[in-house]
Structure formats: structure tokens, C-alpha cells
């Protein structure tokens, strides 16, 4: 079970890259989004319930596991645990229009958004556990989904 929770908690090891975990973390939110960016859209009811019940699985899963992860790491919120990534880019693409430029967009919005994190998301991260480690991913996550949404209007 410790392996399982290690590497989901990584993004299949994503998060030990040596170089900006997040980053990297975050590109493999885009490599699992891309397969499931078909259902995302008002067009496909069924579709679309399945990319939200996808999705907040993904937020509840990330949470639990990062809690368990932070204690076999000793650490709290390790830059290796990137579930909190991965969870905060399928936030940042709801809705938003298919194609590479929006899911370019998106990246470089949520990671604009996860490094800055503008308030309140940075007095929420202090959180303890997996809430602690998934908020403010989350919510960066939501910034970024109402910026290209915004876009998308003036576009």
C-alpha cells in the first residue's frame, strides 16, 4: 500500500524530478487530461458527468493520499507529492474550449497561479494533512478556469 500511495501521490514519479517537481507534476496533469478532454464540454451530458465525477474523485483521492504521503515522506506538503497538481489542472480546464492553445493556456495559467499564490490561497495552504496540500492547488485551479473563461469571452 505504501508504494501504491507513493506513486500515486508523485504522479507516477513525476514529482521526483530535480527540477520543478511542480512543473513537471503539472505536465503529467496534461498528459492524463488530454484523453478525457472529449468529455469535458455542455455538448455530451454523460460525458460531462463522467469528467466531473472523474474530477472530484481526483480531488478526493489526492487529498487522502497526500495526507498519508506527507507522513511516509516526514514532510510536510513535499514538493514530490504532485497529486495536488494533476487534481489543480483538471480544475483549470473545466469547461474550457478544446484545442492546444487553451490547454497551453491553462498550464501556464495554473502554474502562474499555483507558484504565486495570490491570496487567499496562500493562508489556506497552512492547513494541516491532505486539505493542507490539495487547497491551494484547488483553488489556483479555479483563478486560472475563470481567467480563460474571461479570455475566451473577450476572444
Known amino acids: 500500500m505504501r508504494a501504491l500511495t507513493l506513486a500515486l501521490a508523485t504522479g507516477f514519479g513525476a514529482g521526483y524530478s530535480p527540477r520543478a517537481p511542480g512543473t513537471v507534476g503539472t505536465l503529467m496533469g496534461v498528459l492524463l487530461y488530454l484523453p ?5 464540454h455542455w455538448g455530451d451530458p454523460g460525458g460531462f458527468a463522467l469528467y466531473l465525477s472523474i474530477l472530484a474523485a481526483l480531488c478526493a483521492l489526492g487529498t487522502w493520499i497526500s495526507g498519508r504521503a506527507e507522513k511516509i515522506m516526514g514532510e510536510k ?4 507529492i504532485v497529486i495536488d497538481e494533476i487534481a489543480g489542472y483538471f480544475v483549470t480546464m473545466l469547461l474550457v474550449p478544446s484545442g492546444w492553445p487553451w490547454i497551453v493556456a491553462g498550464f501556464a495559467m495554473f502554474r502562474l497561479f499555483d507558484i504565486t499564490k495570490p491570496p487567499p490561497i ?6 494541516g494533512g491532505g486539505i493542507g496540500v490539495m487547497i491551494d492547488d484547488v483553488l489556483a485551479g479555479i483563478l486560472a478556469c475563470l481567467v480563460l473563461h474571461l479570455a475566451n469571452i473577450v476572444l
Not at 506538503?77 to 514530490?80: F, I, P, S, Y
Not at 496562500?122 to 492547513?127: E, G, I, K, M, T
Open 36 to 40: 478525457l478532454a472529449r468529455l469535458n
Open 77 to 80: 506538503d513535499c514538493q514530490k
Open 122 to 127: 496562500r493562508y489556506l495552504q497552512s492547513l
